[in-house]
């Protein structure tokens, strides 16, 4: 049977757990908003990112209008050259010069149709980055009222443990207490340490049997191993 000092260190053991446990979710609130925070932030970035995508497809399209304009103009005044030539050699340079013109209105022509397709392709992938951005101010504002929903029942949750575990700490002699608040400030809720079949469940050092005697009969032990107080369950 346990002794009295290894009763104590099992329950001021669990306190502590459950302590570490509520002051890990109280800073991982925080933790979680910043991080949602952060998502919304470079969803923006995205979306300022692809209306600039968009404006600079739009200004190439454009660019491409203004080419094939100029471009037709430049055939329409071939051709009404190619009327006024007066010499076969003179049409016959003009007449190459309207079919590379019209062959390069055809390139002009099929630049402006991929200009539109990029802007169409531009606005659809704009969309689904705004709704992904709407759907991550969301999660945002969820993560901020879960964790303003969960602070106080976590703050009150760590001041009644704070105070029980004063109280367990009774168990540690007051010649330890020094040792002991060592301890507890180095390893928080692993400064106890249950025995498993005589091993330190810290560290899997074997406690000596002069220890395992000073155990039962109640003495507050500190592993030879990992230097944790050590109870027997």
Same mark, same amino acid.
């Given at each position: 049977?346990?002794?009295?000092?290894?009763?104590?260190?099992? =329950? $001021?053991?669990? @306190? @502590?757990?459950?302590?570490? *446990?509520?002051?890990?979710?109280?800073?991982d609130g925080?933790? +979680?908003?910043?991080?949602?925070?952060?998502?919304?932030?470079?969803? *923006?970035?995205?979306?300022?990112?692809?209306?600039?995508?968009?404006?600079?497809?739009?200004?190439?399209?454009?660019?491409?209008?203004? +080419? @094939?304009?100029?471009?037709?103009?430049?055939? &329409?005044? &071939? !051709?009404?050259?190619?009327?006024?030539?007066? #010499?076969?050699?003179?049409?016959?340079? %003009?007449?190459?010069?309207? =079919?590379?013109?019209?062959?390069?209105?055809?390139?002009?022509?099929?630049?402006?149709? $991929?200009?539109?397709?990029?802007?169409?392709?531009?606005?659809?992938? $704009?969309? *689904? @980055?705004?709704?992904? &951005?709407?759907?991550?101010?969301?999660?945002?504002?969820?993560?901020?009222?879960?964790?303003?929903?969960?602070?106080?029942?976590?703050?009150?949750?760590?001041?009644? $443990?704070?105070?029980?575990?004063?109280?367990?700490?009774?168990?540690?002699?007051?010649? !330890? &207490?020094?040792?002991? +608040?060592?301890? +507890?400030?180095?390893?928080?809720?692993?400064?106890?340490?249950?025995?498993?079949?005589?091993?330190?469940?810290?560290?899997? #050092?074997?406690?000596?049997?002069?220890?395992?005697?000073? %155990?039962? #009969?109640?003495?507050?032990v500190i592993?030879?191993?990992?230097?944790?107080?050590?109870?027997?369950?």
């Amino acid at each position: 049977m346990a002794s009295e000092t290894s009763a104590g260190l099992k =329950v $001021l053991h669990g @306190l @502590l757990q459950q302590l570490a *446990e509520a002051e890990a979710g109280l800073a991982d609130g925080p933790r +979680r908003v910043a991080a949602a925070d952060r998502q919304v932030t470079a969803g *923006e970035q995205q979306a300022e990112q692809q209306k600039q995508a968009i404006r600079d497809a739009k200004r190439s399209a454009d660019e491409a209008n203004l +080419r @094939l304009r100029s471009k037709e103009a430049e055939i &329409l005044k &071939l !051709e009404g050259q190619l009327n006024t030539a007066s #010499t076969n050699k003179e049409y016959d340079i %003009i007449k190459g010069q309207i =079919v590379n013109a019209k062959k390069d209105r055809g390139d002009i022509e099929e630049a402006g149709l $991929l200009g539109l397709e990029a802007v169409d392709e531009a606005q659809r992938r $704009l969309k *689904e @980055l705004e709704a992904e &951005l709407q759907k991550r101010r969301q999660q945002a504002q969820a993560a901020k009222s879960d964790y303003e929903a969960q602070k106080p029942k976590l703050q009150a949750e760590i001041e009644a $443990l704070q105070t029980q575990i004063s109280e367990a700490e009774k168990v540690v002699p007051g010649s !330890e &207490l020094a040792t002991w +608040r060592r301890l +507890r400030a180095a390893h928080g809720a692993a400064a106890v340490s249950c025995l498993e079949d005589d091993f330190c469940s810290a560290c899997s #050092t074997r406690v000596t049997a002069q220890d395992m005697v000073r %155990i039962r #009969t109640g003495v507050f032990v500190i592993c030879r191993g990992c230097g944790r107080a050590m109870y027997e369950a």
